[in-house]
């Protein structure tokens, strides 16, 4: 049961996540550069860039977004704890393994809802929720980014051999 909620939850991620990148697709720049900003006049030169309509396409994209975070949060756990990749790695290491993609769901459901409050209302918000969006972003991608190379780098290790039963 757990291999095929496991395969599920990361068709799941996938297509949604395709879902979300076609939706936004016509927000030029894309998402993560407004990720990427720590200051409000760099996150609202985005804003002013994509206008009214891009920004109420972004306001909308969140119906997908969580959604997504959802479901590879899901995977990534899945997989360390059920799947044969991870088996190979000492307990401590798995066990930290199976959260990196919860934790990095986390920051991104924080991160949506800073963004979501940074675009109510065109009032100007304290310095520090654009500082803090930003960082909670870059801890997102830098968690995501480490589960990706940690998961290629087993999957190359273990080419040859497969997973161990």
Not at 18 to 44: C, R, W, Y
Not at 64 to 90: E, H, P, T
Request: proline content about 4%.
């Amino acid at each position: 049961m757990a291999s095929v909620l496991l395969w599920l939850s990361g068709a799941l991620a996938l297509g949604l996540f395709v879902a979300m990148a076609v939706h936004s697709s016509a927000l030029l720049p894309g998402i993560p550069a407004l990720q990427f900003t720590f200051n409000e006049a760099d996150f609202k030169a985005i804003l002013a860039q994509w206008g009214p309509d891009g920004v109420e396409l972004f306001r909308r994209h969140f119906r997908i977004d969580f959604a997504v975070l959802v479901s590879y949060g899901l995977f990534g756990y899945l997989l360390v704890r059920y799947g044969c990749l991870f088996r190979q790695l000492d307990w401590t290491t798995r066990r930290l393994s199976s959260w990196t993609m919860p934790g990095a769901a986390a920051l991104d459901a924080i991160e949506n809802l800073l963004h979501l409050r940074l675009i109510a209302e065109p009032a100007t918000h304290a310095p520090a929720l654009y500082l803090i969006a930003g960082v909670v972003a870059t801890g997102k991608w830098l968690l995501i980014a480490n589960f990706m190379a940690g998961t290629l780098y087993l999957l190359v290790a273990n080419w040859r051999n497969g997973c161990e039963k």
